[in-house]
């Protein structure tokens, strides 16, 4: 289940949101001025996330390093002199 709840009441019911999100695996969203700004969800789905990103993030090396070896490369040094930084 998804709850959406203003910050300002958030603060006033935190104990009970969070036993909402432990027990019942609930995601509560939590609105500023009627924008959507941050979540309290399981620490599971978090691990999930950050598990997810890794893999993003593994694969964008590998395709990295892919096209270092099929187009070559350049030192930083190089680079810093060809761009003047």
Do not use: C, W, Y
Not at 33 to 54: H, M, Y
């Amino acid at each position: 289940m998804i709850t959406i709840i203003t910050t300002a009441e958030a603060q006033d019911q935190f104990p009970e949101l969070i036993n909402q999100v432990v027990h019942n695996k609930d995601h509560i969203v939590l609105t500023r001025r009627g924008k959507e700004v941050a979540a309290i969800v399981p620490i599971e789905d978090l691990t999930l996330l950050k598990s997810l990103q890794n893999q993003q993030d593994l694969e964008a090396a590998l395709e990295s390093l892919k096209n270092a070896r099929e187009k070559g490369s350049i030192s930083l040094d190089t680079l810093k002199e060809e761009t003047g930084k």
